[in-house]
């Protein structure tokens, strides 16, 4: 019997024995097959996580930010006890100590598993086992996963420091709200570094990465605040937080950005706007995507953040006194439903969620409540009623007439109800006193369809100042500033005088303005004037001054297309210019990225500037990758210099015209707006210098100018072009742009007279006929010209370019024929007969053709 005993028992113990051997090479071999080929968990020791990238502007200012996982990397000596307490006391309390798995919380949830069969299924993941995960296995619940994590938490313990382990948890979780990490998880939910937070905050943060969905701070509060709680229960517990600061952090409320308790730190990020996303897009091309969006990069901008707001004004109030001129309403497009309007407290709900720009200096969203008999009640999005209501009275919609279908025009609006209907939401603004801005009425305001770009820069450095793309970033984020080809029209002559200048001209030389007929490919071209008259022999700087096409063409042709279409892609115009005629009077297209740039070279006396909208940028560990400053200053290694002697700073810059050639052209460009295309139009205290420009049909705008300093750009123009008319002009659109926008700047940097380069002298002409003058001679049509010395300047002489005259043309139109004629040579040695000039009063503000 005793040996029976023994016998089953014996029995038992080899089967149970046998049965351990079994499982435990079956779970060996097992934990062997699913090794293989597993990741090399050794790379975690350089960790190098996604990253946020930071535009910063001048100032130090934070200006924008970038990121595919909103990550801001903290070093685990920067992060607080109570923060790595928090998540260690939530997710793994005996991470100092297990061998990167917990056995007893692995069988706890097998045995909840099969209670449950199968309905409750959980995690008993360590803080290493999520490591894993995260770094190098997808998110899956398979047995397969769930081992390959256990093998990858073990090997890491044994070969990482448990302190590099938990900075990978703590900067890789997902904690909500698309927030990666502690350290931005602490600032979306709280506004707050991580030095700056409470154990409670800490606590709600290391209730996130299991569900944060699920215990959102709004939605699910409740559940957010037991969590929160059993977590600085555990903390206690586990000896992190005494009794008086577990009382004290236990019977606090749950205060988040989210519940409105602070306020989010995205109020202190300026709008995104052109000049910021210009930098994600070059930097994106220049470093890649993936570095920029996730590289950690910290971008010091070039722009003034007070010229930028200066020139988004500036453009937006050139583009809407534009669009106002034209007397139509449109609107916005966008109603609100009559269920939306019931109360004050719905309508500003829905007014909230509706997706229209708001980054428009002064204006405001609003919704039309009641129309009555002559004017219209407004709610106004961030503006509460008063005892009257907010109204749009009948005066204010006088300017305009609704737009209907076709070709039927409507009469102007005489009453609100006749623009507006109930559930229109619209933009107002405040119309103030000038004299000390108080309130007089709420105006209505839409959009222009017209838009444009404005760009400002450093005619020294190249660093871009300002750049505004349209009239509304969140409206239209297409970047008219440097994504826009458009015909340059008449502001690029400057090129072609520049390259003939530099060809032996000088701006006293003549050039013959008369008809031109060109037989083409596609047959006759007769380019003409704006004003459809032309002028007789006249000198360089008229042409430039009033904008002559036909002198441009013939200069052109005199001096080559081949040369003007080099010096164009010398200054960076056009990669490669076709050599055709037209071209010569700005027929191909270009940005005004390009252009702005191209005209720094005039005013700096005839050195490249490369244009640039960052200053430097370091990679995350804080070393500079670029650096637009390229300026040596060898004298600077010296210990001391002798006194009053400055260490000399060499700029290295490339000359791409001569400086005579330079001043001689800003000296002609002065002229455009003193008496020329550009004369009542720009006013600034300094000396200025410009060209305007307008295409054929007035389909492009443009007016690009430049102190001794600053060069500024304008470019106005329909996407899809089609005419300005009437008044569509480069002066007259553009022109007020750039004198609003250059009066701050002006009175910001100041401004001087432009430098005179050495090697030359001045000789007075009579700015009409081109001739020499005596030295003491004065009037209104005398100016000084700049020579370069030992050339005698050649008077008297007249370029035609070839042309022939044309005896099937009219030598002049009806309009200003006379019997006063002049007889002058051309180049050819031939004698030509003008009649009188016509007058400077025209308008010739260039064309294309």
Not at 80 to 104: C, L, M
Not at 351 to 362: F, Q, S, V
Not at 444 to 461: E, S, Y
Not at 819 to 848: L, M, N, P, W, Y
Request: charged fraction near 25%; glycine fraction near 10%; aromatic fraction near 10%.
């Amino acid at each position: 019997m005793i040996r029976a005993v023994f016998s089953l028992f014996g029995g038992l113990f080899a089967f149970v024995l046998n049965a351990l051997f079994m499982g435990a090479f079956l779970i060996g071999g097992l934990f062997l097959l699913f090794s293989q080929d597993l990741p090399d968990h050794e790379t975690l020791s350089v960790y190098r996580p996604a990253t946020i990238s930071r535009v910063y502007a001048g100032s130090g200012r934070i200006m924008d930010e970038f990121a595919k996982e909103r990550r801001i990397y903290a070093p685990i000596e920067e992060i607080p006890d109570v923060v790595k307490a928090a998540f260690v006391s939530a997710e793994d309390k005996n991470f100092y100590t297990h061998r990167g798995y917990d056995v007893r919380g692995i069988a706890a949830v097998i045995v909840e598993a099969i209670e449950s069969k199968g309905a409750n299924v959980r995690g008993a993941s360590t803080i290493p086992q999520q490591v894993a995960k995260i770094s190098f296995l997808d998110g899956g619940r398979r047995a397969e996963r769930k081992i390959q994590e256990i093998i990858l938490a073990n090997r890491m313990v044994k070969s990482l420091d448990r302190d590099h382990i938990l900075e990978i948890y703590l900067n890789e979780i997902f904690l909500g709200q698309n927030s990666y990490g502690v350290a931005a998880a602490a600032q979306t939910y709280f506004n707050k570094n991580l030095s700056e937070l409470d154990p409670e905050e800490a606590a709600y943060l290391a209730v996130l990465p299991k569900a944060p969905s699920d215990y959102h701070p709004v939605r699910q509060l409740d559940r957010a605040m037991i969590r929160r709680d059993y977590v600085l229960k555990e903390m206690h517990e586990n000896g992190y937080l005494d009794d008086a600061e577990y009382e004290i952090a236990v019977s606090q409320p749950l205060r988040t950005v989210q519940s409105g308790d602070f306020e989010s730190f995205k109020s202190t990020l300026p709008e995104r706007d052109y000049f910021s996303d210009e930098i994600r897009r070059q930097l994106s091309r220049d470093f890649g995507e993936d570095e920029f969006f996730s590289g950690g990069l910290t971008v010091r901008a070039t722009v003034d953040q007070e010229l930028q707001v200066e020139a988004a004004l500036a453009l937006q109030n050139g583009l809407e006194a534009f669009d106002r001129s034209r007397g139509i309403w449109r609107g916005t497009g966008k109603t609100l439903p009559a269920e939306a309007l019931v109360d004050d407290a719905t309508w500003r709900t829905a007014l909230a969620e509706l997706k229209t720009a708001r980054d428009i200096e002064g204006w405001h969203v609003a919704v039309v409540l009641e129309l009555g008999d002559t004017s219209a009640r407004i709610g106004i999005e961030g503006v509460e009623d008063d005892a009257d209501g907010h109204w749009i009275p009948a005066e204010d919609v006088k300017w305009a007439r609704p737009l209907l279908e076709g070709s039927a025009r409507a009469r102007n609006a005489s009453k609100a109800s006749d623009l507006l209907d109930v559930g229109d939401v619209v933009y107002v603004r405040a119309m103030t006193k000038d004299s000390d801005g108080s309130f007089i009425r709420w105006t209505l305001r839409q959009i222009p369809q017209v838009q444009g770009g404005f760009m400002a820069m450093d005619v020294n450095t190249g660093r871009v100042i300002a750049m505004q793309g349209g009239f509304s970033y969140q409206d239209s984020v297409f970047n008219r500033a440097t994504q826009a080809d458009r015909q340059p029209g008449s502001s690029f002559k400057p090129f072609v005088y520049a390259a003939a200048l530099d060809s032996g001209y000088s701006p006293a030389t003549i050039v013959i303005d008369a008809p031109i007929v060109v037989e083409t490919g596609a047959g006759v071209w007769r380019p003409k004037n704006s004003s459809n008259k032309f002028y007789g022999p006249a000198p360089l700087r008229t042409g430039i001054e009033q904008s002559r096409n036909l002198m441009t063409v013939r200069l052109a042709q005199e001096i080559g297309m081949e040369t003007v279409a080099a010096y164009a892609e010398r200054f960076g115009v056009y990669d490669h210019m076709n050599a055709f005629l037209a071209n010569s009077l700005g027929a191909e297209e270009t940005t005004l990225f390009k252009m702005v740039a191209a005209y720094a070279m005039f005013a700096n006396g005839g050195e490249r500037v490369e244009p640039t909208l960052v200053d430097r940028v370091q990679d995350r560990w804080g070393k500079t990758v670029y650096r637009h400053d390229q300026r040596t200053c060898s004298d600077c290694r010296i210990a001391s210099l002798e006194p009053g002697l400055a260490p000399v700073i060499s700029s290295g810059r490339e000359r791409v015209m001569d400086p005579i050639t330079a001043y001689q052209l800003t000296s002609m460009m002065q002229g455009v707006v003193q008496r020329g295309t550009a004369a009542g139009r720009v006013n600034l205290d300094v000396p200025v210098a410009g060209k305007t420009g307008t295409t054929n049909d007035s389909k492009d705008a443009w007016f690009i100018g430049f102190t001794s300093n600053i060069v500024a750009g304008c470019y106005i123009g329909y996407d899809r072009p089609r005419s300005l008319a009437p008044n569509g002009y480069g002066g007259t659109l553009c022109g007020p742009v750039f004198t609003q926008f250059m009066k701050k700047a002006t009175e910001k940097y100041g401004g001087g007279k432009f430098k005179v380069p050495p090697g030359g002298h001045f000789i007075k002409i009579d700015r009409y006929s081109g001739a020499r003058l005596d030295n003491a001679a004065s009037g209104a049509n005398v100016v000084a010209e700049y020579f370069r010395d030992g050339e005698e300047p050649l008077f008297g002489v007249a370029f035609d370019g070839g042309f022939a005259m044309g005896s099937d043309l009219p030598m002049f139109d009806d309009v200003g024929q006379s019997e006063q004629t002049t007889t002058t040579r051309t180049s050819t040695g031939d004698t030509v007969t003008f009649g009188k000039k016509a007058t400077f009063g025209t308008i010739s503000s260039g064309g294309e053709y």
